[in-house]
């Protein structure tokens, strides 16, 4: 089944065999096969290698790479029958001028975003989301004893209440605010004191309990820049591995075309005709840089010009 439009950190072309991965010597019996094999990450950032065709994850085998990572790996899933799995270099040395040597290099995360090839993103993105989990839950939240892996390492068991807790997700809206009653449409892009000169981008915020989607949309572009969302129309989602969030990627009509920027969330505001904005995603605006392209805040402003 095609799915249109991917996102970066979706398409994860892998089978994660969610039953069977909760048996531990089924999951034993894929890492001690021959065509096993697993990615490398070192802190959250991937071994890349440079190929003919272009940057992609590099790979080890499985028994080399428990080897080089033991005691810290993680069953991904099944990629046309051969299981794979990923493991995590930690600290502050690089492996890269050490244990694998020669094999690539290690690139944060958003770096790889643009240089990995859809898949290899997805695949990197889902291990990273799956380690940062792991390293924050080492304790259980109901009794605050030491929990242990499970299912792979999709999963963390407490033996002394038998608490089970699962990898989370947080959801989080991130809309394009479009006003349509002035003499042509315009659309609001905002910017964060923290960002690079001149990058501005779409809004966004977490979902809070209780919540619904559309409701999160409001009541976030009401808070950053003091507009009413009259309707809101669903495009696409993103996994976004920084640690985990899923982004719900909207397109928000606004009964007006004043807005106020916060001050907090947002220091600057910007509406722009499909023109302008095109301009923006070109790298041709004078003033303001677009979000980079594996963001699906850049996917929402291209869909939204594409529109016109």
């Given at each position: ?238 996994p976004w591995p920084f640690p985990s969030q899923l982004m719900i990627g909207l397109i928000a009509e ?55």
């Amino acid at each position: 089944m095609a799915l249109d439009p991917v996102n970066t950190f979706a398409g994860n072309p892998l089978d994660r065999a969610g039953d069977l991965r909760n048996d531990p010597d089924w999951v034993a019996e894929q890492a001690g096969r021959d065509d096993a094999l697993a990615l490398i990450l070192w802190n959250g950032a991937p071994l890349i290698e440079e190929t003919a065709d272009g940057p992609r994850l590099a790979w080890v085998d499985m028994a080399h790479a428990r080897v080089l990572v033991p005691d810290r790996e993680l069953f991904l899933g099944l990629w046309k029958g051969a299981p794979v799995f990923a493991v995590e270099f930690e600290g502050p040395a690089d492996p890269a001028e050490g244990p694998v040597k020669g094999l690539g290099v290690f690139h944060d995360m958003r770096t790889a975003a643009g240089m990995l090839p859809g898949q290899d993103s997805a695949m990197a993105g889902c291990a990273k989301s799956l380690f940062d989990w792991r390293r924050r839950h080492g304790f259980c939240a109901a009794c605050g004893q030491p929990t242990r892996t499970g299912s792979g390492g999709w999963k963390r068991i407490c033996e002394a209440c038998g608490t089970e807790h699962f990898p989370r997700v947080d959801p989080v809206t991130i809309m394009l605010p479009v006003y349509m009653g002035g003499a042509e449409p315009v659309c609001l892009l905002g910017r964060q004191a923290a960002w690079p000169a001149g990058r501005m981008s779409a809004l966004a915020g977490f979902l809070e309990p209780g919540e619904s989607i559309e409701e999160a949309c409001a009541r976030e572009v009401k808070e950053e820049a003091g507009l009413t969302v009259t309707a809101v129309r669903y495009h696409s989602s993103q996994p976004w591995p920084f640690p985990s969030q899923l982004m719900i990627g909207l397109i928000a009509e606004v009964s007006d075309d004043q807005a106020t920027p916060d001050q907090t969330e947002l220091e600057a505001v910007a509406w722009l005709t499909r023109a302008e904005a095109r301009a923006v995603l070109d790298g041709a605006h004078p003033e303001i840089k677009a979000p980079p392209p594996f963001a699906i805040a850049h996917t929402l402003i291209r869909a939204w010009v594409d529109e016109g």
